[in-house]
């Protein structure tokens, strides 16, 4: 059965546009089912308001460079970046704190990403793949970031600058 989402902007900065996906027949759009599901959860609180202002300093100050998007989960990331790839001084003040809270995503250039939905992974050595919470989120990231990847291939969407030209009918279809 296939299933179609057509492409929103979730959200534009001075640096960085960031777009989202919404399925037929749903309310929400990916990123939006994020941010209902996880801006109540006092557990996770400040990963949360952390990973927003991540998103807010790189799509207003910093753009989308590559090192933010270290957390490769195949064809897709995850925000937030792996700790490693940050100085010293980004950890402070970009992602102050150790994180399992996981937002999938897709980086077309240093003016675009694709926010899509996440989760709170299973700390420790378990991959995306094994925790039962974000492996669903982890593998529709990955079919839709290759989706978008093979439209771009074929011009179905086109990056230009810090937009996206697409057909107002155009449907990826999953």
Known sequence: ????????????Y?????YTVRFENNDNSEFEKFILKHQTDATIHNEFQD??????????????????????E????ALPPQQSALSRNERKLIVKQQHNLRLYCMRISDEIVF???GGVKTPGS????????????????N???GVIEQSIINNEIIPDGMNLEVDDDFELMI
């Open 1 to 12: 059965m296939n299933i179609f989402a057509t492409i929103e902007t979730a959200i534009e």
């Open 14 to 18: 001075k640096k960085v546009t960031y």
């Open 51 to 72: 990973l927003l202002s991540l998103i807010e300093a790189l799509g207003e100050e910093i753009g989308a460079k590559p090192r933010y998007f270290s957390r490769k």
């Open 74 to 77: 195949k064809r897709a990331e």
């Open 115 to 117: 926010l899509f939905n």
């Open 126 to 141: 378990i991959t995306a793949q094994e925790c039962r919470v974000v492996r669903k989120f982890f593998d529709m990231a």
């Open 143 to 145: 079919k839709l970031a």
